[in-house]
């Protein structure tokens, strides 16, 4: 279904009264508006808002928005103010979906991971147990370089590393290379120079280990869990 741009009105619902301290998570609403209208990006959100889309971007930044604005074209369009304002369907529907990133999108990932355009097309996971977003992400295991404690096919869980130096010795990592593409590897830090890095196979039959400069990394992921795809099968 597409939306004209609509003009709005400064009237808000009377029912809806928005207090000084009342704490709304503007990224988690716009995606539920998203979600409303059936549109999926930020161009087209800012279409039917009748704004510039580094408007939405700046929204998010400094999270706030223009709630005249918000409620008017709900109201406009019928949309439940109250799925979109409140806390508890914040939680149920948004708190664990989690973006993830499958083989097919990881060459495009590499040189698309800051832009939100992008990320909002990509394909999200709902668990029933919590993570923490945006800092957990899932990626999807290419080859069997880490076979066998890493399946191909299976999905890691990466939780964000936002400072290089908190990389742990041997521990699984899922580093993003402006040069080098993604990988999932078990990282062992050079004691003779603290900005490389050595990327380790878990199988053996692989002896080719990549050395990764850290100013390489645009994005650094600790492994914290597997999600494996393998079908368990019965016994006869």
Known sequence: MKYNTIETTKESNPSITLKRDYTVDVTLLLKKLKSHLGIQTNIELSRV????PNTI???KRRNSLDYELIISICNMLDIDLNSLFSTEYTRNRSANNILAVPIEAQYQYVSNYHKEEFLD???KCSLPFSFSTPN??????????????LKEGAYVI???INDHDLI?????CILISKLRGIHINRVKKDPKNPYILNLLNDNENFSNNIVMPVEEITEAWRVTNILSLDIVKRDH
């Not at 957990?136 to 404690?149: C, E, L, W």
Request: proline share 6%.
């Open 49 to 52: 808002l009748d704004v510039k």
């Open 57 to 59: 971007s700046t929204w």
């Open 121 to 123: 097309k990509m394909p």
């Open 136 to 149: 957990t992400r899932a990626f999807q295991m290419a080859g069997i370089s880490m076979s066998p404690t």
């Open 158 to 160: 990466g939780e964000r």
């Open 168 to 172: 742990e010795d041997n521990s699984i």
